[in-house]
């Protein structure tokens, strides 16, 4: 079987140029977020990619095609879309073998960039370790991939439902760079920060574009994280935010969810909870990781 990648026109011509491209995931939209804030999230991150002067990558497989770039009119119909399974490193290769439609975690996401020659990728918060995950086992395969597959992920830090400590201890067993920007402590998606310190730190595009190059020379597999903290004005502080987690965490038990409808369940029941704010918080983090992803890959295409 030839699997064909199937990049927009414009990702094509970017990527042929060896121009600066950014890749953006799609579970955000189908499973992250409800509609129409997802779409004009989405199209709101396209725009700041562009403006910055790189050219976006959002990327879904639709009809068991690897789209990267989408269509206007496919990003619109995706977003209305109820029936997209969300898919990882597992269920990817399924959904393009049996015609299928779905939506890209971080992990398939990355693993569709590295493929199409992208480098770095800009995403909301990356799947962890679950709270409670020495009963549940319940890691995301995002910190598995995370160790193999070769992208930059610019993140608002590891989602604060999850069990951050034990993210980062899973992190550093498997070697992946985890790098706060501009600050010492790793943030915590809504907040900016997570109370921990972060394993390393970064202040500029140019500091994480020469760690990238140093980690190649060294022919270090895999990618590595960055934390990049919420603006202050947009974050919801953390002890706010701690109470609404753990109500949603007791809700979600009580409901008996699990598996991969646990981080989206949490993350609808969290904006009910706040009654939009975390819905706020979440549209301000994406576009200022996608500013930051934007200008370390323009840098990156200068090397
Ligand atoms: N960040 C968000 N919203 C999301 C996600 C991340 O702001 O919906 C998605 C990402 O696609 C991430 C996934 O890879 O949640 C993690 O899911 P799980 O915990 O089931 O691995
Ligand atoms: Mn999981």
């Not at 898919?87 to 996401?109: C, E, K, P, Q, Y």
Request: charged share 20%; proline share 4%.
């Amino acid at each position: 079987m030839h699997l064909s990648i199937s990049p927009s026109d414009s990702v094509k011509k970017a990527l042929d140029a060896g121009d600066a491209v950014v890749a953006l995931e799609s579970t955000i939209i189908t499973h992250g977020m409800p509609y129409p804030q997802n779409l004009e999230t989405a199209k709101s991150v396209e725009s700041i990619v562009k403006e910055a002067g790189a050219t976006p990558a959002t990327i879904a497989v639709i009809d068991g095609q690897l789209k990267v770039g989408l269509e206007d009119e496919t990003l619109d119909w995706l977003a209305r879309c109820a029936t997209a399974a969300k898919l990882s490193r597992a269920d990817l290769a399924f959904a393009i073998a049996s015609g299928g439609t779905g939506s890209t975690t971080v992990a398939a996401t990355m693993i569709a960039a590295h493929l199409a020659g992208i480098a770095v990728f800009a995403t909301g918060g990356v799947g962890g370790v679950h709270r409670g995950a020495s009963e549940s086992f319940d890691i995301s395969a995002d910190l598995q991939e995370l160790s193999r597959t070769p992208v930059t992920v610019v993140s608002a830090g590891a989602k604060a439902i999850l069990d951050i400590p034990k993210t980062l201890e899973v992190l550093e067993t498997l070697g992946v760079p985890v790098i706060a920007y501009g600050q010492d402590n790793f943030p915590a998606f809504w907040s900016s920060d997570s109370g921990l310190t972060s394993p390393l730190r970064l202040d500029s595009e140019k500091a994480i574009v020469d760690f990238i190059m140093a980690r190649k020379a060294l022919d270090i597999e895999g990618g590595m994280l960055i934390g990049n903290p919420v603006p202050a004005g947009d974050e919801i502080k953390r002890d706010e935010m701690e109470k609404t987690i753990s109500k949603a965490i007791d809700n979600a038990n009580a409901k008996g969810i699990s598996g991969k409808a646990l981080t989206p369940w949490l993350l609808g029941h969290i904006v009910e909870l706040t009654n939009g704010a975390s819905l706020e918080t979440n549209q301000a983090l994406i576009k200022h990781n996608a500013l930051l992803a934007a200008n370390i890959a323009i840098e990156l295409a200068k090397r």
